[in-house]
């Protein structure tokens, strides 16, 4: 059993949340987009593990993007290690043309 802490996709939005209140004054928050990328699957090499179960895919990445307070959308990569980086922010009003 690993010391370490791990995190699947629903801990990671809380870790993405937690992040951002520390900020931005969050009015608002909708999760808009999510995907999830898997380093490695360790169901093929112990056969005893789902290869659906997160014990299988502890190392992974998600991409949440988050609408805050309707207009910021923000999208960040939370590790399953907890680790944080942004990716990228846009004001959604920018992009109106009137």
């Known amino acids: 059993m690993s ?16 992040y951002l209140s520390k900020k931005i004054n969050i009015e608002s928050l909708k999760v808009i987009m999510q995907s ?3 380093s490695k699957d360790l169901s093929k090499m112990l056969r005893d593990r ?3 179960d997160f014990i299988s895919k502890p190392y992974s990445l998600y991409l ?5 307070n309707d207009h910021l959308l923000i999208t960040l ?20 043309p009137f």
């Open 3 to 18: 010391e370490r802490p791990y995190v699947d996709p629903d801990g990671a939005k809380i870790l993405g949340i937690e």
């Open 77 to 96: 990569g939370i590790r399953s290690d907890g680790k944080i980086g942004e990716q990228c922010r846009f004001n959604k009003n920018e992009f109106l």
């Open 50 to 52: 789902d290869s659906n």
């Open 36 to 38: 999830g990328i898997v």
């Open 64 to 68: 949440v993007t988050f609408e805050i």
